[in-house]
C-alpha cells in the first residue's frame, strides 16, 4: 500500500511559523521527487514547492519564495515544509504528492490558517 500522510498544520497568527511533515510508506520514498501544493475551497491545486530525489534541487512558487524552506529525511521517509513569517494569504489545505508509476499519491492534508 502506497501511502502519504501530512500532519503539522494548525492555527498561527501572522508572522509566525509552522513546519509541515509528510510520512511516506509502501515505496522507496528516495527515488521519487516530492511536491507541495495548497488549496482553497473552490480553487484548484497550486504548486508551493518541490524538490527532488537526491534533495539537492528545490523550486518554490514566488509568493513563498524566502519565507518557505523544503527538505527531505530518506532514513526517515519524511519531507518537511518549514513555514516562516507565515501571512493570512497563505491559509490552505496543504498536500504533499509523488509520481508513482502511473498515479498521483497525495496525502490527506493539513489545514493551515493564518489568522491574528
Known amino acids: 500500500q502506497v501511502q502519504l500522510v501530512e500532519s503539522g498544520g494548525g492555527l498561527v497568527q501572522p508572522g509566525g511559523s509552522l513546519r509541515l511533515s509528510c510520512a511516506a510508506s509502501g515505496f522507496t520514498f528516495s527515488n521519487y521527487a516530492l511536491r507541495w501544493y495548497r488549496q482553497v475551497p473552490g480553487k484548484g491545486r497550486d504548486l508551493v514547492a518541490s524538490i527532488n530525489s537526491a534533495g539537492g534541487s528545490v523550486i518554490f512558487a514566488d509568493s513563498v519564495k524566502g519565507r518557505f524552506t523544503l527538505s527531505r529525511d530518506d532514513a526517515k521517509n519524511t519531507a518537511y515544509l518549514q513555514m516562516n513569517s507565515l501571512r493570512p494569504e497563505d491559509t490552505a489545505m496543504y498536500y504533499c504528492?509523488?509520481?508513482?508509476?502511473?498515479?498521483?499519491?497525495w496525502g490527506q492534508g493539513t489545514q493551515v490558517t493564518v489568522s491574528s
Open positions: 504528492s509523488v509520481v508513482y508509476g502511473l498515479q498521483n499519491v
